[in-house]
Nanobody
Framework: QVQLVESGGGLVQAGGSLRLSCAASGRTFSLADINWYRQAPGKEREFVAAISWRGGSIYYASYADSVKGRFTISGDNAKNTAYLQMNSLKPEDTAIYYC?????WGQGTQVTVSS
């Protein structure tokens, strides 16, 4: 069973940055695609970014249009951890951010961006 633990959320002013982490255990990290999703109050959960691995290296990364150019997804195989670097944050980025590996989800971490 995979366990995913997100961290790094918090309160930040618009224009600021945060780096979220997703620590994975229970599965060979480098063989799994990692996805980040978010859910704002009253809204459905939406895709944010994804990273795919091949041979222990990043094969490709993809982003939602709303975060493209501001967010960067990455990972560290040695630490079994994925990251989401979020720059130029906007109030509309306020949400609970979740990481997903296969069919498993983390518990989420709250990101709040004040205007």
């Amino acid at each position: 069973q995979v366990q995913l633990v997100e961290s790094g959320g918090g309160l930040v002013q618009a224009g600021g940055s945060l780096r979220l982490s997703c620590a994975a255990s229970g599965r060979t990290f480098s063989l799994a695609d990692i996805n980040w999703y978010r859910q704002a109050p009253g809204k459905e959960r939406e895709f944010v970014a994804a990273i795919s691995w091949r041979g222990g290296s990043i094969y490709y990364a993809s982003y939602a249009d709303s975060v493209k150019g501001r967010f960067t997804i990455s990972g560290d195989n040695a630490k079994n951890t994925a990251y989401l670097q979020m720059n130029s944050l906007k109030p509309e980025d306020t949400a609970i951010y979740y990481c997903k590996m296969g069919g498993d989800w983390g518990q989420g971490t709250q990101v709040t961006v004040s205007s």
